[in-house]
């Protein structure tokens, strides 16, 4: 009896070990788990150099950046033509929404460098935010994975996706949807 405690103590102590081994090898590294954690964070760059850092999951958009606004997030190209065509579009419902919509356009698969993207936002007078670097094309997969151009995703002021626009935005349907969320 005396012999048989520190036997099976040494028993289980040996086993313990081997499963502990076992666990650690099968728990991901920490660089895994930062990558998980941030793999719905996108942090976009402006033309002008402007940080918009957004997390977008399960049809939810939040950012501090984008002030509790409806946001309208727009995957376009300048050499499309339809995308050119909405270009005014936004314009004028960012003048007449100041205080509650904004427009963020996401350049995506378009290889213009950043002087003939800023010349090209003068030519049509774009008054909001475009955005230019890596994180475009990680978005535009998060997004049903972009495919075609324009295409264009409406948020409500809390982050909720309300509408899906394939091809250019009608101006009087979208000032509508604002209309009625702003309320």
């Known amino acids: 009896m005396k012999y048989f405690i520190p036997l099976i103590a040494a028993i289980f102590l040996f086993t313990a070990c081997d499963d502990a081994q076992t666990v650690v090898k099968e728990t991901p590294s920490f660089s895994e788990l930062k990558d998980k954690k941030n793999e719905h964070i996108y942090n976009l760059v402006t033309t002008e150099g402007k940080k918009i850092t957004l997390e977008y999951a399960h049809d939810i958009l939040t950012s501090k950046d984008l002030n509790g606004k409806i946001v309208l997030i727009n995957f376009f190209a300048t050499w499309c033509p339809?995308?050119?065509?909405?270009?005014?579009?936004?314009n004028q419902l960012v003048k007449k929404y100041p205080d509650d919509f904004v427009v963020l356009s996401i350049l995506f698969q378009d290889t213009i460098n950043i002087s003939d993207l800023k010349k090209f936002m003068q030519?049509?007078?774009?008054?909001?935010?475009?955005?230019?670097?890596?994180?475009?094309?990680?978005?535009?997969?998060?997004?049903?994975?972009?495919?075609?151009?324009?295409?264009?995703?409406?948020?409500?002021n809390d982050g909720v996706l309300i509408e899906k626009f394939l091809g250019a935005v009608d101006e009087e349907a979208?000032?509508?949807?604002?209309?009625?969320?702003?309320?």
């Open 82 to 90: 339809p995308c050119k065509k909405e270009i005014p579009v936004f």
């Open 174 to 183: 979208l000032d509508y949807l604002i209309e009625k969320l702003k309320k």
């Open 123 to 156: 030519d049509y007078e774009m008054s909001f935010d475009v955005t230019v670097g890596g994180d475009n094309a990680r978005l535009a997969k998060a997004f049903n994975n972009v495919q075609k151009i324009p295409e264009s995703y409406l948020f409500t």
